[in-house]
């Protein structure tokens, strides 16, 4: 069964530091998502993209944050300038219609030193 | 007030217990649902899909109620396995997706 595929699967990097999180989307799939979740948190949503351009993002997406599909098949997040609250569960997700279900990588673990 | 909101839970039930859990949505533009379980610091995984007609998996059901913007998971026999935390999410036909903050499950021997 096609998957969605995160790389890498823990990234720590100094404070302040840039820091680009990759995604491999299921190839059909038309929606891309990312998300986040703290610690012992819930998952929450950040950004949207359809048809190369972000459709929608909450609050916590903010200048620091920015997304790109660079080449047709990778779908990155880009954070610029990294603080400590950055820290956490960062999961991608990608479905074909908008009524079907998002189907999950299994995520990336960004730890801020 | 949240767009998904679901009971706050935990619900420590014995193993062979049903249990029941509810959502609620308040976007009316919500068009599709879904229920996810997240085994802890893992993807959350698709459960089941939720249809209008309601929707049986073995040991799973899942109810639509459009007219009260309402969603429910009933799990019939819990076995161990089933703890985790379960999600509820609401999809709009624009794709927008929101998730519910989840309920825990603890199913004790």
């Known amino acids: 069964e096609p998957e969605v595929t995160q790389t890498p699967s823990h990234q720590v990097t100094q404070m302040g530091q840039e820091v680009i999180l990759r995604c491999v989307p299921i190839s059909n799939h038309l929606y891309f998502y990312w998300y986040r979740q703290i610690l012992g948190q819930k998952v929450e949503f950040l950004v949207s993209?359809?048809?190369?351009?972000?459709?929608?993002k909450s609050e916590i997406f903010d200048d620091q944050f920015s997304v790109e599909r660079p080449d047709g098949s990778n779908f990155t997040l880009k954070i610029r300038s990294t603080k400590l609250e950055d820290s956490a569960m960062y999961f991608c997700?990608?479905?074909?219609?908008?009524?079907?279900?998002?189907?999950f990588g299994d995520g990336t673990r960004l730890s801020i030193l | 007030r949240k767009e998904v909101e679901q009971d706050p839970g935990p619900f420590n039930v014995p193993e062979g217990a049903t249990v029941a859990f509810n959502c609620t949505y308040s976007n009316s533009a919500s068009q599709s649902f879904f229920w996810y379980r997240q085994d802890c610091r893992k993807e959350p995984k698709l459960l089941m899909s939720?249809?209008?007609s309601g929707n049986e998996d073995g040991r799973f059901t899942a109810q639509l109620n459009r007219a009260s913007q309402y969603i429910s998971l009933l799990i019939r026999d819990s076995k161990l396995s089933d703890s985790a935390t379960y999600l509820c999410v609401a999809n709009t036909n624009a794709g927008k997706s929101t998730f519910g903050d989840g309920t825990t499950l603890t199913v004790k021997p």
């Open positions: 939720v249809y209008s």
């Open positions: 997700a990608s479905r074909q219609e908008p009524n079907q279900p998002q189907h």
């Open positions: 993209f359809y048809n190369n351009e972000i459709s929608e």
